[in-house]
């Protein structure tokens, strides 16, 4: 980029929201991608704030007439390197666009600007008592935007679904700098192509989304948790596969390896109450009426003792529950150090554990350090493969294809719902037909007929 260059980008943005310099820069390049893993970041990026969406199209607009590369950075919580730089560009930071338009209790609809993190929507709804929001990944400080942007999934999919389950439109910027306004508060829309669904999981690479109108819900008025503490890891996902069917609809239903429940409970000062076991289930639980949560719960213990569990331990005071999801969260930060890779396979929930049993039996074999742990009911799994002396494993390429052929077996993907960034996009190539990635190549160039939106993410 060129003394021009930025001169126009301060023009637009003002020279407040303009930054540039190896050192200033450095806070606008990575996400929460395992630092061995990270791409390579391209420093003399400059970034930018838009304060608003014509300011954006300004900016876009700039950038396509100069072929100038863009990449937008939401709450930076990807964990695929998808809004690092890779290549000299614009990062456009979405900070800015943090207001939330409207609530409308009569549509129950909300409409957000797409900088608007997953924490200040929350702190929003609960001014509005009894409503609420389900998608939830880890961290709070995702963005809207970006959340739509990834198509986000997490633990409560198993009840609600991911993102785009709940968004009904959106704004956006076309690379070129056009705006366009897709779907409304609609429940029902069958015009045309459904562009917004297109979108949605697009990971920033056809468009930048700058609001989202998305679905809110009523808020169940009782809790509870269930930990379920199984032998064997069959008997474990039986028990998943029969609640699912018996018409108890959990919100969600959790596993991690032992020593995971066990560290992360430790490193929080408190102790992991299922002492028995080697496959323990976390199972989180809503409903309108506490009749219906008595009866889910005596539903749940009947099909875990059916199955052999050891006794279930239940947390039915808010501060319990909030400890369980405290000890589920802190498994990040406990393991964090250790990471090489983190995967997010997912196979039809039928073989969940077979494939587990595969992802484990592959650790062995190469003698490689492995952590796990899954959105079970989703077929969702997130297993680690460690450093070996602070560095990549001989191994991991190899290890990794392994993995994937199991999964693929399986007929399961590479990514349940962190998706491809640019970490994972020649491992998209192994699970897709030639032709359908030359369609997602059609459809990028009629989005961005220059390519200068997020390149290298997705697809090259
Ligand atoms: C501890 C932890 C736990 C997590 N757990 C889960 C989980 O359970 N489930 C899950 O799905 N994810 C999970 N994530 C991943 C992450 O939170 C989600 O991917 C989230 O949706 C990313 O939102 P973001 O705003 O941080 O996006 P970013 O990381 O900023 O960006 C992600 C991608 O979206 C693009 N993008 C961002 N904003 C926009 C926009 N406005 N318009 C167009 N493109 C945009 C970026 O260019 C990039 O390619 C977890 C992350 C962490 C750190």
């Not at 303009?18 to 929460?32: A, H, P, R, T, V």
């Not at 056009?178 to 669904?197: D, F, P, R, S, W």
């Amino acid at each position: 980029m060129t003394e021009k260059d930025y001169s126009k980008l301060i023009e637009i943005v003002g020279k407040d929201y303009f930054i540039k310099g190896e050192e200033d820069i450095e806070s606008f390049l990575y996400d929460q991608v395992e630092k061995t893993f990270r791409p390579k970041a391209d420093k003399r990026s400059v970034a930018v704030k838009p304060a608003n969406t014509e300011e954006l199209s300004e900016i876009m607009k700039y950038a396509n007439q100069e072929k100038i590369p863009v990449v937008v950075r939401g709450g930076a919580t990807g964990l695929c390197g998808g809004c690092t730089p890779t290549e000299e560009s614009i990062i456009i930071s979405m900070e800015r666009f943090n207001h939330i338009v409207e609530i409308d209790e009569k549509n129950m609809v909300a409409v957000l600007e797409a900088g608007v993190t997953l924490m200040q929507f929350l702190e929003e709804l609960d001014k509005y008592k009894g409503i609420g929001f389900p998608v939830h990944p880890g961290d709070e400080g995702a963005q809207m935007g970006g959340m739509a942007a990834t198509n986000a999934g997490g633990a409560r999919a198993v009840r609600h679904g991911v993102m785009r389950k709940h968004i009904l439109g959106l704004e956006v910027v076309l690379p070129t700098g056009e705006i366009l306004e897709l779907g409304g508060k609609l429940v029902k829309n069958n015009a045309g192509y459904n562009l917004t669904q297109l979108i949605l999981g697009s990971e920033g690479t056809l468009c930048i989304i700058t609001k989202v109108i998305l679905k809110i819900f009523p808020n169940d008025s009782y809790t509870a948790s269930i930990v379920a503490p199984f032998e064997k890891f069959e008997d474990a996902t039986n028990a998943v596969m029969e609640i699912l069917k018996s018409g108890v609809s959990p919100l969600a239903v959790e596993y991690m390896d032992k020593f995971l429940w066990e560290g992360s409970s430790k490193a929080l000062g408190m102790k992991w109450q299922a002492e028995k076991g080697e496959a323990d289930l976390l199972i989180m639980l809503s409903e309108k009426t506490e009749q219906a949560l008595i009866d889910d719960c005596r539903v749940i213990n009947e099909i875990c003792e059916k199955n052999h569990s050891y006794d279930t331990l239940y947390a039915e005071k808010k501060q319990e529950q909030l400890d369980l999801l405290h000890i589920r969260g802190e498994q990040y930060n406990f393991k964090k150090d250790w990471l090489y890779d983190s995967f997010d396979m997912a196979v039809p929930i039928s073989h969940i554990a077979e494939f587990i049993h595969d992802l484990k039996r592959l650790a062995k074999e190469y003698n490689a350090g492995s952590s796990l742990l899954a959105h079970i009911a989703d077929g969702n799994v997130h297993n680690d493969m460690w450093l070996v002396d602070g560095k990549a494993p001989e191994y991991a390429e190899e290890l990794k294809n392994r993995m994937y052929e199991a999964c693929f077996s399986y007929g399961g993907t590479i990514t349940g719902e962190h998706g491809v960034g640019k970490i994972r996009r020649t491992d998209l190539e192994m699970m897709k037909d030639p032709r359908e990635i030359e369609i997602y190549r059609g459809i990028k160039a009629v989005f961005d007929p220059n390519g200068i939106l997020n390149p290298g993410s997705v697809i090259a």
